[in-house]
């Protein structure tokens, strides 16, 4: 049969301009979130993370923005340059199975072209 | 530090055998992930110590899947036999106090089963 993987939404930027990633979560109790980068071949980078006690944080060209009356998540990307084409994850941290867990999103692919 | 170091980086064997793959997480770090990346399920969370402990196993697929941490520095990750499906990037994070705080992952080591 045919096979089916993760098809990975995809965001193509030009250099210079700003990115906008967004995630939807799926946990209303979730209470810390995370950002993560992920470049070929390689394991997923810390970006930026937020608690729920708060609804944006900014990093050094990255900012944070968390709405959680619609669960949703958001990364903001300044000035975008060709290093940051990779594949950005969200993930949300909850108790599922009696323990606290990070449950990742399925991931956005970001191009940036010169 | 030299962060999270994963070995091998690389393994091929053949349907049946028996995998290892070594971890050795970052030193003062309590807590220690194994996940699994494929293109059909993404990221996934198998298992979590902290100090040395298991603390949620609810993610290994099966009982050929089994991981140990004889100590604070040093963790396994055992498939007996292993199949063609169990083929991904298997990646190793480890954490200073938990799910709520960042994770650094290691390079990952990339699995084929033929």
């Known amino acids: 049969g045919e096979s089916v993987g993760l098809h990975l939404p995809t965001l193509s930027v030009q250099e210079g301009d700003n990115s906008i990633i967004n995630c939807a979560y799926s946990?209303?109790?979730?209470?810390?979130f995370i950002w993560y980068k992920q470049e070929s071949g390689k394991g997923p980078q810390f970006i930026i993370d937020?608690?729920?006690?708060?609804d944006k944080r900014q990093g050094q060209r990255v900012t944070v923005l968390l709405n959680k009356t619609v669960k949703h998540l958001s990364l903001q990307i300044a000035a975008t340059q060709p290093g940051d084409s990779a594949v950005y994850f969200c993930?949300?941290?909850?108790?599922?199975?009696?323990?606290?867990?990070?449950?990742f999103g399925t991931g956005t692919r970001l191009t940036v072209i010169p | 530090d030299a962060g999270v170091i994963q070995s091998p980086r690389h393994e091929v064997t053949e349907m049946g055998q028996e995998v290892t793959l070594r971890c050795k997480p970052i030193?003062?770090?309590?807590?220690l992930f194994w996940y699994r990346q494929t293109m059909m399920r993404g990221l996934e969370l198998l298992i979590y110590?902290?100090?040395?402990?298991?603390?949620?196993d609810s993610g290994m697929p099966e009982d050929r899947f089994s991981a140990k941490m004889p100590n604070a520095s040093f963790s396994t990750l055992k498939i007996q036999p292993s199949e063609p499906r169990d083929s991904a990037v298997y990646f190793c994070?480890?954490?200073?106090?938990?799910?709520?705080?960042?994770?650094?992952f290691g390079p990952g080591t990339r699995l084929l089963v033929l």
């Open positions: 110590f902290n100090n040395n402990v298991p603390i949620d």
């Open positions: 030193s003062g770090h309590d807590y």
């Open positions: 994070a480890s954490s200073p106090r938990g799910t709520e705080e960042t994770q650094y």
């Open positions: 946990n209303s109790a979730s209470d810390y």
């Open positions: 937020i608690r729920s006690n708060m």
């Open positions: 993930a949300e941290n909850h108790d599922q199975t009696g323990a606290n867990n990070l449950f």
